[in-house]
């Protein structure tokens, strides 16, 4: 199973598509970061407003724990594209391209080859996260410099620098769930068909269908909203929240560790009813 | 021959919705066998193929290899196999080095460089080791096919057209190949192929199919040597002959009739008969032509002609 994982992860690394990713985040990063450096203090100062006339701030506000927060607000629409690519990929490219015919007539179960692609695919979108996480927190911090974190969630919280740490990596990990469905989900796709750009486009499309759905003011789509998984993935930000919601997370990640696994269940069984026709 | 069978399929179908591709097959591959499988295009032998691959799921029948059936012992039947099926394709954003070494890897074979490279220079792609496999042409990623499929040192290899694609030279090369593992390293081989020329040579034994049935299956030799022959014989008066023969019992055997050339199918053991009442009614003979080469056999099978 090692060797199989090993080798899934490869094919992935070694293919140019895997990068874009990594290129998208290594650029949108510093852009945001740079433009934030000129123009932060604006930003707080837009933010604080209706309290400037009661409070008096002082300390570092404007800071990489604000940046890394604000960074994973505007990428968490855009993330899950840098994820379909690789997940509507890893199934159907071998049917594209014929080589299930030599992956599947080696001496190791249908089983393992999915639950290998499977792994590796879910290394990727750790890997992917964890520089997201690298550049948005751990460069902000180095450009910023750290400080307590401002938290605008309809009310405005401040906590305090030593309070921060844990939440981004309650964040992060709750992230890393989220994608976990997006990904499983394209993966689901990718063993229907032949084609990479199918599961890809599915994929994207059922998360903007299921978005839109869950923004409209209709009381039967609002009533349908907590089924829909795209409901459940922006709960990481209820670790910036006084007191955190800790049953919604549950409830939120139950929800989405229940498609992963069903999701994971339902391709597993179409890999192995699957007759290679390619 | 060896009677330790190595491939056994009985009533083996496949439908594919109203299409059948295969219908109740039955073929026995045996150890050293150098196995042809024939069939023209559609005839279900790259569906038989994959179910003896277990890439396709048959509706009916059975398969054992190795006497075990390949449902339950999937994995420890393909660790004795080394397969090409269809043309060969590759990761072809990896270099051919890296695709043995994966491909390798999973089959549980000797991954070593050394290894590797002696299978690549077998093929003759070891200069071209690094190359990614997208800057192959196809005769070569046929080649790099061969090397996978014997890179675990496998006792059963299954081959569905090896030798498409290549140049005259590398056909012959592969032919060698095969004759090579057949005869020395004691491989069982089971080739398809179009060429048919290829397999009369190669082969020790081997079965026509088409529409997926069975036509005929044994020994090169036997099937050729099959009671009803295919004669052409070469006369000064054509229409003569053809009188001559409308009053003899050999008037059914005639097949065609063209310039100075009656063609007949008729059992072999009268064909010296017929020759001799010819001459004996004033028609000069200048030719009698066996027809018997397997090309024209396995026409005579696959248009629907008899058994």
């Not at chain 1, 290998?116 to 751990?138: D, P, Q, R």
């Not at chain 2, 220079?121 to 690094?130: P, Q, S």
């Not at chain 2, 046929?142 to 299954?158: N, S, T």
């Not at chain 2, 065609?256 to 064909?271: D, F, G, H, T």
């Amino acid at each position: 199973m090692t060797t199989l994982i090993y080798t899934e992860l490869q094919k992935i690394f070694k293919k140019w598509r895997t990068y874009i990713g990594f290129i998208a985040i290594g650029v949108l990063v510093p852009i945001v970061q740079t433009a934030l450096y000129f123009t932060g203090d604006d930003y707080i100062r837009a933010l604080t407003r209706t309290f400037q006339d009661s409070f008096f701030m002082v300390g570092n506000l404007f800071n990489g724990y604000l940046v890394a927060n604000l960074i994973l607000n505007s990428l968490f629409i855009h993330f899950p594209f840098l994820i379909v690519l690789v997940g509507g990929d890893i199934l159907a490219s071998e049917a594209t391209s014929g080589t299930y015919r030599m992956l599947l007539t080696r001496p190791v179960s249908r089983f393992q080859v999915v639950t290998a692609k499977y792994i590796a695919g879910m290394i990727y979108v750790t890997v992917l996260l964890a520089w997201l996480a690298f550049l948005s927190l751990g460069i902000s911090c180095l450009i910023f410099g750290t400080g307590e974190l401002l938290s605008f969630r309809g009310k405005l919280i401040i906590f305090a620098a030593d309070d921060v740490l844990w939440r981004f990596a309650f964040s992060y990990l709750f992230a890393l769930i989220s994608m976990g469905t997006v990904f499983a989900l394209s993966f689901f796709f990718s063993s229907l068909v032949e084609n990479a750009i199918g599961p890809i486009v599915a994929t994207m499309a059922l998360i903007i269908i299921l978005l839109i759905l869950s923004a409209l003011p209709v009381e039967i789509l609002q009533n349908l909203s907590p089924y829909f998984f795209t409901s459940h993935m922006a709960v990481w930000s209820n670790f910036f929240d006084d007191p955190v919601d800790y049953a919604d997370v549950w409830r939120s990640g139950s929800v989405l560790l229940g498609h992963i696994v069903g999701l994971y269940l339902i391709t597993t069984y179409i890999f192995l009813k699957k007759d290679i026709l390619s | 021959m060896n009677s330790e069978q190595i491939i056994e399929v009985r009533g083996l179908t496949k439908k594919f919705k109203s299409l059948i591709a295969v219908n109740n097959l039955n073929l026995n591959v045996y150890r050293g066998d150098v196995f042809g499988f024939l069939g023209p295009n559609g005839a279900g032998k790259s569906t038989t193929i994959r179910m003896l691959l277990s890439l396709i799921k048959p509706t009916d029948g059975s398969i054992k290899i190795f006497g075990m059936p390949l449902k339950e012992n999937r994995e420890k039947i393909l660790g004795k196999v080394g397969a090409i099926v269809e043309k060969p394709d590759f990761y072809m954003y990896l270099s051919a080095y890296k695709n043995l070494e994966i491909l390798g890897k999973l089959s549980g074979a000797d991954t070593s460089k050394k290894k590797i490279m002696e299978m690549l220079e077998l093929v003759g792609l070891a200069n071209r080791f690094k190359s990614k496999v997208k800057t192959y042409s196809h005769g070569m990623k046929q080649r790099l096919g061969i090397a996978q499929a014997l890179l675990h040192d496998p006792e059963l290899i299954i081959l569905d057209e090896p030798t498409t694609g290549l140049d005259p030279q590398g056909m012959k090369e592969i032919r060698d190949l095969i004759i090579y593992l057949s005869r020395v390293k004691n491989k069982t081989i089971f080739l398809s192929s179009h060429i048919l020329r290829e397999v009369e040579i190669i082969t020790s034994r081997m079965i026509i199919i088409n529409k997926g049935t069975t036509q005929v299956e044994g020994t090169v030799e036997e099937l050729l040597k099959s009671d009803n022959v295919s004669v052409t014989f070469e006369v000064d008066n054509i229409s003569k002959a053809a009188e001559v023969l409308n009053f003899t019992m050999w008037n059914k055997n005639l097949k065609s009739k063209e310039k100075n050339q009656l063609l007949l199918e008729m059992p072999q053991n009268e064909v010296a008969d017929l020759n001799k009442h010819f001459i004996e009614n004033g028609i000069s003979v200048s030719a009698v032509i066996p027809v018997k080469s397997l090309e024209d056999y396995f026409l005579k099978i696959t248009e629907g002609g008899s058994k």
